[in-house]
């Protein structure tokens, strides 16, 4: 069934290190031998043995209109005709530009760089540039690309700082990032009433899809909100993940907070490398060239990953194109509910938009503790058992999972389907 996957993963793995290009997807969390796929199209993938599979990863994110649209690939291709970079301004990154600013009214000014690291890494040295101040406050389970200073768990107890969870990150560039508790508002208030005077930025996922998927309660956003203003610290919103995949306004938009910067990446490049920083007007105003905080990029801009970025907000930006999105992911996490719930599994499901999170535990956690109670081996089986049958998963039950537009009623009860047999073979031989 995956000679040819594992005869490349073989291979790959001679010459490319775990034989893949980011770790999560040598399928270490769940087992098994890494698919590798040969195409995509609409809701679907093909692997090299050719083996069909609708995808609920969509590329952890981009791949929102499904794969291949043909009118996005058209204006590609004759974006491609009229060369591949410049390393001038063009056009259409003024357009861009002015379709973010757009939808996204806290974003006043805003640069576009090449991926979701990039993103997050420049707007935390824009922040500590415009306060002064050193210290960043991120949240467990929250991932923001791999920064050496993000790249920290909890330190020992509360309220102490960061240790790295790399090798190669010395304990100095962590020290001065604090790891507070998702979803605690009363930890935030601590932090503050400690070192408020010394914190130039909070950092957090709006909808955290890097620990499965947990919604912030609207008190600890709006907490969050209240204490930046009050200690004159950067709120930063990493809508890398959630920035119009959850919505039109991304998370902003739902929990109807104002933050002071904003990432973004993936949705924004349709699949290709696009990934963008903005906000306040007065703290985008110290970015290299008009100010002293330096940040820069070869391919920042791209045409042609703009036209593909472009090509996919368009589409996505379309009247009842989120409620549509929304009804499909819903249907998703409701039918398998019911399916687990008629086979006796303890499981749990949420969704936002066309972004959604399974759990096997009775209900769906509100923190990173809870999301660790979850039964990660009854996922794993779940996750080959779904894979047999034609269901690309995210392959770890730490991840969230995306539905695309061209996801259909068909793949909808095609899913239940397998899912059916499946949450029979999720159990524990
Ligand atoms: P990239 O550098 O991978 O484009 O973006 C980093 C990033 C930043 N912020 C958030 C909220 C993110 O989710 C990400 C990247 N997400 C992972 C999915 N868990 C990308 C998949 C991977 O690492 O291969």
Redesign the pocket.
Known sequence: MYERSQQLFEASQRVIPGGVN????AFRAVGGTPIFFREGKGAWLVDVDGNRYIDYVGS??PAILGHAHPEVLAEIAAAASRGLSFGAPTELELEMAELITRSLPSIEQVRLVS??????MSALRLARGFTGRSLIVKFEG?????SDFLLVKAGSGALTFGNPTSAGVPPELTSKTLVLDYNDPQQAEDAFRRYGAEIAAVVL?PVA??MNFIRPSQDFVETLRRLCTEHGAVLIF?????GFRVGPQGAQGVFGIRPDLT?L??VIGGGM?V?AFGGRRDIMAKLAPVGPVYQAGTLSGNPVAVTAGLATLKRVLAPGFFEALSATTSALAEGLVREAGQAGVAFSAASLGGMFGIFFRATAPATFAQVMESDKEAFNRFFHAMLRRGVYL?PSAF??GFVSAAHGTAEIEATLAAAREAFGESRAA
Request: hydrophobic letters at 25%.
């Open positions: 980011s770790p999560v997807r952890w994110g991926s979701g690291t990039e993103a997050v929250c991932y923001h690309g791999h996922e899809g890097n990493d809508e890398v993940m959630t990432t990446g993936k490398p990934g995210a991840e969230a």
